[in-house]
């Protein structure tokens, strides 16, 4: 992908702990930060066990994660307007006394820890470790929203015009929601006066008269809200330019995100944003209700994030409109799923995750409980509808060759750990870290022509709960050195979009 492509998802320092007894943890995803552009599908790859699917869940929130941000750029902060920012803006003051306690804490902390022995700094690393991230959450907690202003004395005005404007932008998030009701009362007015003139019948328009004038009086409601919005908008980037020249100021201003932290939001607020994204199983057989019709899995979304209300006449027609986009039959409507193969299941799972219009779909392994000539077609739908639905796709599998065919970019995980991403191609031409090397040879091929023997990979993974120290994967490692049982590699640039976290980055000699 392009460095200046428009990020939909960035992940920054995600992990997701599940708690065991005696304060034991499974260390599912230990630290994943990546990227997710608009437009692309992004292929996730390991063992099982390696964490994939948690990664995906916890993106999309249904696990609640353990640390880190997912900023989600598909709606502009202000249309939400999460109780999060309001609470914020707020308590500023009070939240940047707290800061002020951590850094003093924290520069103490690295003064002492800096003037240790080696073996002293090795028992103390986590205890540090761990302030430090405590005090850069309540760092970005605030810079997120307000940026450089909390570097400013009096904090009154910012607090003031900050909270003018979110309690503006909450208005419009509440009548937003009101409206997409009237657009559905609206629509179904219309389609009752469409089907009343097919039927020879006369039909009367006051039902779509009165929808349309309520529907008016909403958008000008909006519109002077937006106006008003606008001016305050204005008075706080006016506010920020008399600060240009200032350094500090500047420090921190970088700091500032529009993106919405998806972590960070109420079940209510989190909902309104689940038609955005949508989930497709691994498995087509029990992710199915066997006691609902396909209709009623497919319209069960629809009716939840009010696109149709219940019992509506234009809900059969949206209905067979996406299970024809999917390659489903329309006489298939009132089956169930015992009647369908894996395939046709699978299909039916995809226009279920499609039928409420999503711009973020997360496919779990939604190929590898099918045949592989069924897994060809699916590939191949999943693809038409990327084009067609203009959608962003978080690819998971442990098949590297299917990966191959449908990812723009590859990212390599290891025991909750991201290990090495880069473009598709990038990553079978020139792996870097053994790990990727290994799953590469592990590809079963008939071509002998450049000698290459299949591979497997000998050993387990080691235990989520208690994860090797070093590099995770110095135990299956052939290339381990003294270093990688003890040090932690760095997630580095190597080559420009290519990045890899490893002691001993494989040399062109080495490469596949």
């Given amino acids: 992908m392009e460095k200046n492509s428009e990020v939909l998802l960035r992940i920054s320092n995600l992990k ?26 992004f292929g996730l790859v390991g063992e099982s066990g390696c964490g994939k699917s948690t990664l995906g869940r916890t993106i999309l929130q249904l696990y609640p994660q353990t640390y880190g941000r997912t900023m989600y750029y598909g709606r502009a902060l202000d249309d939400l307007a999460p109780k999060y920012v309001t609470e914020t803006v707020r308590n500023l003051k009070k939240l940047r006394v707290k800061w002020q306690e951590l850094h003093a804490q924290l ?61 503006i932008a909450h208005k419009i998030s509440k009548l937003d929601i009101k409206r997409e009701e009237q657009l559905v009362t609206l629509a179904d007015a219309e389609f009752a006066v469409k089907r009343a003139k097919e ?29 008003e919005l606008s001016c305050v908008s204005a008075e706080i980037q006016k506010m920020r ?18 993106g919405i932290d998806l972590a960070r939001l109420t079940y209510n607020e989190i909902r309104r944003l689940r038609r955005d994204m949508q989930l497709i199983f691994q498995d087509p057989y029990s992710s199915l209700n066997p006691r609902m019709s396909v209709g009623q899995i497919i319209s069960e979304g629809m009716q939840a994030h009010n696109i149709v209300k219940k019992k509506d006449e234009r809900m059969q027609e949206m209905i067979l409109k996406v299970m024809d986009e999917c390659g489903l039959a329309p006489y298939f409507l009132h089956r169930f799923p015992h009647q369908f193969s894996g395939g046709q299941r699978q299909r039916i799972g995809i226009a279920r995750a499609l039928a409420t219009k999503p711009k973020f779909v997360v496919c779990d392994e939604a190929v590898s409980a099918l045949d592989v000539s069924i897994q060809a077609q699916i590939i191949n739908l999943l693809l038409d509808l990327k084009e067609q639905e203009n959608l962003t796709y978080l690819f998971i599998t442990h098949d590297l060759s299917v990966v191959k065919y449908i990812s723009d970019r590859i990212g390599v995980m290891y025991l909750g750990n991201m290990v090495e991403l880069a473009d598709s191609q990038e990553i079978f031409d020139h792996p870097l870290h053994p790990y990727t090397e290994a ?34 994967f110095h135990t299956r490692c052939k290339y381990c050195t003294e270093i990688c049982k003890h040090v932690v590699p760095e997630w580095e640039e190597v080559s420009p979009n ?15």
């Fill in 498 to 512: 290519h990045f890899v976290a490893c002691h001993h980055k494989l040399n062109a000699s080495d490469k596949t």
């Fill in 107 to 167: 520069e103490k902390a690295e003064s002492e820890y800096a003037s240790l022995t080696e073996e002293a700094q090795f028992a103390k690393h986590a205890e540090l470790d761990a302030l430090r991230k405590r005090e850069e959450d309540a760092l970005l907690n605030m810079t997120k929203i307000v940026g450089g202003f909390i570097t400013l004395e009096d904090l009154d005005p910012v607090i003031e015009i900050y909270d003018k404007a979110y309690a």
């Fill in 16 to 41: 997701q702990y599940f708690p065991l007894k005696k304060g034991k943890f499974v260390k599912a995803n230990d630290g994943v930060s990546i990227d997710i552009y608009k437009g692309e599908t």
């Fill in 199 to 227: 039927a020879g019948k006369r039909a009367s328009t006051k039902k779509v008269d009165k929808a349309k004038a309520r529907l008016e009086e909403t958008d000008k409601e909006i519109a002077a809200l937006r106006e």
């Fill in 439 to 472: 799953l590469l040879y592990a590809i079963p091929t008939t071509d002998t022509v450049g000698g290459k023997e299949l591979e497997i990979l000998e050993g387990d993974i080691p235990s989520p709960v208690n994860p090797p120290k070093g590099c995770k």
């Fill in 241 to 258: 330019e008399s600060h240009a020249g200032d350094k500090e100021f500047q420090k921190y201003e970088v700091y500032r995100d529009t």
